[in-house]
């Protein structure tokens, strides 16, 4: 039940650490997910997709 979000305006991903998070760096939060789980990155995000669409109800 993981999806992707950037609402911690001071906690950006490496290699972008202590700079301001951005929506841009979410991809960086993707792919190392996708390592973690050892899934293809389109996995990944088709899976994190379908858990926001289930949490906003579309």
Do not use: C, M
Not at 20 to 49: C, F, G, W
């Amino acid at each position: 039940h993981i999806v992707l979000e950037t609402d911690s305006p001071y906690l950006a991903p490496v290699p972008n650490r202590g700079k301001r998070n951005e929506s841009s760096y979410t991809l960086l939060v993707a792919q190392k997910i996708a390592e973690i789980y050892q899934l293809p990155i389109e996995e990944i995000a088709r899976i994190t997709t379908e858990n926001s669409k289930q949490i906003f109800g579309i």
